[in-house]
């Protein structure tokens, strides 16, 4: 028996048609650490590999996409609506954030998986980013945009790290957050929303900070001011500042519902009024 076994697992279709079984699929990202074998015939296989979003997937069907589920759990916030506005202390809810209120280190380390992971197959090959402003002399609006050709679609790694950076810079400035995904003939776009109200005052953010160790400092979008900037083309120097997405509650997006009951749970953990999860529980599904 063990013979015909070691047979099915030095073969390589056979073993990745077996894989392709594994649901949902953390499952399949841990069974990177059965052995090197699994690691290899896992990190090796393009459709393995698109299977758990770190590859792009080769889908014509530009608007039936599909979230990437493992980045909808631990990064809820992300996949909300406009009707919810999202700051830095929100991000103090998501379940991989400990009731110490200090990252997780799996989470936070360079290396981990989720940073190289897309956020959608099929992918968007830009991230477009709007930038707005408000204060007592008028609003500004800025534009941005970067393309990864190079990783074949926008990972969570630029998502996260411009959205921390940008809270956590902007703390004193009330800033928020949101990422809108729209249907177009060229497939999925992704456009990350940031706005932030001057005052003549604000406080600094309080503990943890979750920048992770691999964000990179030199790292920063070139913006352009948009038609913002010109306030006289806007009713008392005010932008509408609105923003809309295609990500519905039908189409994988966290609901009214969702999202009160995250929030509800989040702030009681961060009480200390549910268990902490165990810290190999937490940590499982970025471990290779």
């Known amino acids: 028996m063990s013979c015909a076994r070691d047979r099915v697992f030095s073969t390589p279709e056979l073993l990745e048609a077996i894989l392709i079984q594994l649901t949902p699929i953390h499952h399949l990202l841990q069974a990177q650490r059965i052995s090197r074998l ?7 296989s393009p459709t393995l590999q698109q299977q758990l979003f770190f590859r792009p997937s080769t889908s014509r069907m530009t608007n039936d996409w599909a ?12 996949f909300v609506g406009p009707q919810h506005g999202r700051n830095y202390d929100t991000l103090k809810y998501m379940e991989w954030v400990s009731n110490s209120q200090t990252a997780s280190p799996a989470f936070l380390r360079a290396e981990a998986s989720w940073r190289n992971m897309l956020l959608m197959q099929p992918s968007p090959r830009e991230l477009k980013a709007v930038r707005w402003m408000h204060c007592q002399e008028g609003d500004s609006e800025e534009h941005a945009s970067v393309k990864f050709e190079d990783v074949g679609g926008v990972t969570m790694r630029p998502v996260y790290d411009i959205t921390e950076s940008f809270l956590r810079d902007q703390y004193e400035s009330f800033p928020s957050f949101g990422l809108a995904i729209h249907d177009s003939d060229d497939g999925p776009q992704m456009m990350l929303v940031l706005k932030m109200t001057l005052q003549c005052c604000g406080s600094e953010p309080t503990e943890p900070v979750l920048k992770s160790h691999g964000a990179d400092e030199n790292f920063r979008l070139e913006w352009e001011c948009g038609s913002g900037v010109a306030l006289k083309e806007w009713p008392n120097g005010r932008l509408d500042m609105q923003w809309t997405t295609d990500l519905s509650e039908e189409r994988g997006g966290v609901g ?9 749970r989040g702030r009681a953990k961060l009480a200390g009024e549910v268990p902490e999860r165990k810290k190999e529980e937490e940590n499982e599904d970025w471990e290779e």
């Open 38 to 44: 699994f690691q290899q015939a896992i990190k090796s």
């Open 67 to 78: 979230l990437n589920p493992l980045l909808r759990r631990y990064f809820l916030p992300w």
């Open 256 to 264: 009214e519902a969702e999202w009160e009951e995250w929030r509800s």
